[in-house]
Nanobody, 120 residues
Framework: VQLQASGGGLVQAGGSLRLSCAAS????????MGWYRQAPGKERELAAF???????NYADSVKGRFTISNDRAKNTVFLQMNSLKPEDTAKYYC???????????????WGQGTQVTVSS
């Protein structure tokens, strides 16, 4: 299974970006997908998460500004980021919990990361 993330870039504070992450490979189903982020010198932290039933979870720091969604038919997760702040600057990694075959447990897979830089 491979996860391909895109959509990062440089934006001014108050601007918006939309990240995408598509999963490909041997996939029977995806139980959940999410976005984590890691700023220089800091630990990786959850930004947002969505389950296959549509349940979502957000870090307090992004609530009201970020929206996670998915296209289950395309095994893709999106992160719409609005009102960006300099403290949102980080490398954003997508994560997917994938079931490869019926009856198997899910395994977690990570994308390569996409850089988001917000200038003040």
């Amino acid at each position: 299974v491979q996860l391909q993330a895109s959509g990062g870039g440089l934006v001014q504070a108050g601007g918006s970006l939309r990240l995408s992450c598509a999963a490909s490979g041997t996939i029977f189903s995806i139980n959940a997908m999410g976005w984590y982020r890691q700023a220089p010198g800091k630990e990786r932290e959850l930004a947002a998460f969505i389950t296959n039933s549509g349940g979502t979870n957000y870090a307090d720091s992004v609530k009201g500004r970020f929206t996670i969604s998915n296209d289950r038919a395309k095994n893709t997760v999106f992160l719409q980021m609005n009102s960006l702040k300099p403290e949102d600057t980080a490398k954003y990694y997508c994560l997917a919990f994938v079931v490869a075959s019926p009856g198997e447990d899910s395994s977690d897979y990570w994308g390569q990361g996409t850089q988001v830089t917000v200038s003040s």
